[in-house]
């Protein structure tokens, strides 16, 4: 009589997210278990609405309650081939779980569904890792900070000589405009499209980014001169932080220091949202973004990905930084904007 209870066995199956409630609930299980915006149905909505590749989503089960998620896009392309990432076209995601037992069981059914479906590729953009996986942290920078009390406060939180670069960005001829509008969403676009395109990168279809505005809490803001955007960043709220996801200037923003003004305008904007951290994304171990980020005062935290590739597949590779894409970019840079942008967005949705 005193044997002890068999622990209740955990079942992993497909979320049907074309159910309302389904959604519903999976979105309550990412709230209570303070999971990142990327976990949300909501973003893999946006990212099927704005790329066309599939919003997926594993779900573990104990007596018919929530015990883990673990959310998904399915990728396809010719270029890059196919994968199954969590999140799609973001910087986290990953297994959210009660515990090891929920994880651990939405590991081995995404190594399942990975070969169901002919990928090649599961991508773990963070959350619980599995130990037997490929996992790497040393690739990846994370910078997130507390939002100063007040816009003074603010200014003074920034490093010297960073600080010196954002007052003459104040003393600059610039305008500053907040929106979600099509003309906030038409000069975003205009300028984000020209800044990858001079580093080197494919745009993303501007469909991706109307879509996270209408899905997500979200606005843009721009940085003007003489009427004309040189800056703009669209951000994303979530949980008290600000995101500032899609962001970029023309080659005037560098003299107009219309980039600072960009970032400091959105710290204080998104202070008077309610928001108490700003999170500056992600950037590669090394690079100049990481190097940026760490002048204006945020202290760089490794990110740990994981990923499994199947048996006799070649892991897939969108790494910018590898040999295979060097000469591409170089050649990407030189690209009449008109052709990048036309031909970007057929490239760049299959990245993930």
């Known amino acids: 009589m005193n044997a002890p209870f068999a622990p209740a066995s955990t079942s992993v199956s497909l979320a049907d997210l074309r159910d309302a409630g389904e959604v519903a609930r999976i979105e309550r299980f990412v709230a209570e278990r303070g999971g990142a915006l990327f976990h949300r149905p909501a973003w893999l909505r946006a990212v099927e609405r704005g790329t066309g590749q599939q919003a997926l989503g594993l779900v573990a089960e104990r007596h018919g309650n929530l015990v883990g998620w673990l959310p998904l896009s399915e990728i396809h392309s010719p270029i890059f081939g196919r994968a199954l990432v969590s999140s799609g076209f ?54 997130v900070a507390d939002l100063a009390a007040d816009d003074e406060a603010q200014l003074l939180a920034v490093p010297r000589k960073q600080r010196a670069e954002v007052r003459k960005s104040l003393q600059g001829d610039l305008e500053v405009r907040v929106g979600r509008g099509e003309p906030d969403r038409a000069a975003h676009y205009a300028v984000y499209a020209e800044s990858v395109r001079n580093l080197g990168t494919p745009v993303f279809p501007r469909a991706l980014f109307d879509a996270a505005l209408d899905e997500l809490d979200g606005d843009i803001l721009t940085v003007l001169h003489d009427a004309r955007p040189v800056a703009s960043v669209l951000s994303l709220y979530h949980a008290g932080t600000v995101l500032p996801y899609w962001g970029g200037g023309t080659f005037a923003a560098r003299s107009l220091r219309a980039n600072e003004r960009m970032y400091f305008e959105l710290m204080l904007h998104a202070r008077r949202r309610g928001c108490l951290r700003f999170d500056f994304g992600r950037s590669k171990t090394g690079s100049g973004p990481a190097a940026y980020k760490k002048n204006w005062g945020f202290e760089p935290r490794p990110l740990a990905y994981a990923s499994w590739t199947a048996p006799g597949t070649a892991k897939r590779d969108i790494d910018p930084n590898s040999d295979a894409y060097s000469a591409k970019i170089a050649l990407w840079k030189r690209l009449p904007l008109a052709l990048a942008n036309r031909i970007g967005p057929l490239i760049a949705r299959g990245l993930g």
Not at 91 to 113: H, K, Q, S, T
Not at 118 to 127: N, Q
Request: hydrophobic fraction near 45%.
């Open 90 to 143: 973001a910087v986290g995601g990953g297994i959210l779980a009660e515990d090891d037992r929920a994880a651990a069981a939405l590991a081995r059914a995404a190594e399942e569904l990975v070969q169901r479906r002919s990928c090649a590729t599961v991508e773990l953009r963070g959350g619980a890792l599995p130990a037997d996986w490929d996992l790497r942290d040393d690739t990846h920078l994370g910078f």
